[in-house]
């Protein structure tokens, strides 16, 4: 099956005791027996319920996976990840990700006794450097949120394959559509479906997809176990988001290209972080591991104020002032005070997370309005005094 057909029919089969094309949101809690233990196959619903069993198949599909397991937010599949450790045991991540999640590493799960290590995942050397007998996982992100850095997947899969580490990548910012890190050899891929898979900003939802049946066994325990289990209304909303991922990806991707290029060429803007540009130091692997460079941009202005960055923040009309991404609708978003707070200021400004950092996540309208919108809100911002 082609890929925009996959988008369509995957986990879609008509429902069985209606024939309802679109599957039924099995809003039920639990299920009747025949006789104890006897029944078809539900039992409680944190356990089993038909409307997550069909987002789970379409999740592996669309993944290149064969097993899917939805969560009730992004960070609760993360957390579903590190919970597969115990204590003394060590993390590679990258010195570059989304706020939530080195919150969730540095400030829960370092006291249970994990070891994190953040560095720099695009200088493999250093990655073989950081290995020791306490390694069990390396947790790349890529592209990188906010700062649109790039890792080399395949590469990192077979520095995990020799010392026998699990590789987790969160494909968040490409979405299944752009990236397939599990072809690429990683062993499970994490998702914020709250962003992309859902696309369209009203729901919170995680999923991880993997292809060894061992690996899904034990993350589905942690998934039954720990309970955060997403309802089945939102099981549905990413389903249907999931119908329209592919064309959604197409648009993100062409108007993303646009505004990265109106960005570069105007004289007020200092630096555009957009993985499609020649000279973006991870071109090329982004060029090899990805069909396309997504929607997700991030600039500073030359007038490297607070002001000046607040001015444009607050003045754009069509790209709304909010954290999230991966909506239909454009966001602008600052990293420092909103989705990047939880790092420390020294760390956040060591990793190259500026204090005017804007970031953009450019839905699918006309791109000659989003840029409209952005050449306005700069040239207020340049009239604020320096
Ligand atoms: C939003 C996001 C998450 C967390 O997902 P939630 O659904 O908000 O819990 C993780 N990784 C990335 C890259 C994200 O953008």
Redesign the pocket.
């Known amino acids: 099956m082609k890929k925009h057909t996959k988008y369509i029919h995957a986990g879609a089969h008509p429902d069985p005791s209606t024939g309802a094309i679109m599957t039924p949101i099995y809003q039920t809690s639990t299920y009747v027996q025949e006789a104890p233990g006897v029944h078809k196959g539900f039992e409680y619903a944190r356990s089993q319920n038909p409307t997550r069993q069909a987002l789970e198949e379409a999740l592996a599909v669309i993944e290149e996976g064969k097993y899917g397991l939805a969560f009730s937010?992004?960070?609760?599949a993360?957390d579903a990840v590190i919970k597969l450790l115990k204590p003394g045991d060590e993390v590679i991540a990258g010195n570059d990700m989304?706020g939530?999640?080195y919150r969730l590493f540095s400030k829960v799960f370092a006291k249970f006794g994990i070891v994190f290590h953040y560095i720099d995942l695009s200088n493999l050397d250093q990655i073989e450097k950081y290995i020791n007998p306490n390694t069990k996982l390396i947790w790349v992100?890529t592209p990188t949120?906010p700062l649109m850095n790039i890792a080399d997947i395949s590469a990192i899969a077979s520095i995990t394959k020799k010392h026998q580490l699990i590789l987790c990548v969160?494909n968040?910012?490409a979405s299944p559509a752009l990236q397939n890190p599990l072809s690429l050899g990683a062993d499970i891929v994490m998702h914020?479906?709250?962003?992309y898979l859902s696309g369209h900003s009203d729901v919170?939802?995680?999923a991880l997809v993997m292809k060894d049946k061992a690996l899904r066994d034990e993350l589905y325990f942690i998934q039954k176990s720990c309970g955060a289990v997403p309802g089945p209304m939102d099981c549905f909303l990413v389903l249907r988001g999931i119908k329209t991922l592919g064309i959604r990806m197409e648009r993100h991707s062409q108007n993303g290209e646009k505004i990265a290029h109106f960005l570069k060429a105007h004289p007020a803007v200092k630096q555009v972080y957009w993985p499609g540009f020649v000279e973006h130091p991870g071109h090329a692997i982004a060029k090899k591991q990805m069909k396309d460079f997504g929607g997700m941009i991030s600039f500073e202005l030359k007038q490297d104020t607070i002001e000046a960055a607040r001015t444009l923040l607050s003045n754009t009309k069509l790209f709304s002032l909010a954290e999230?991404?991966g909506g239909v609708e454009s966001l602008i978003n600052h990293p420092a005070s909103m989705t990047h707070a939880s790092i420390p200021r020294d760390e956040r400004i060591k990793n190259g997370l500026s204090d005017t950092l804007i970031r953009l996540s450019v839905g699918i309208e006309d791109a000659d309005d989003l840029i409209e919108d952005l050449r306005h809100a700069i040239e207020l911002a340049e009239q604020v005094k320096k």
Do not use: H, P, R, W
């Not at 937010?73 to 609760?76: D, K, L, N, R």
């Not at 914020?192 to 962003?195: D, G, H, P, R």
């Open positions: 937010s992004g960070v609760a993360t989304y939530g999640t992100e949120n969160d968040t910012f914020s479906a709250t962003k919170i939802q995680g999230s991404l």
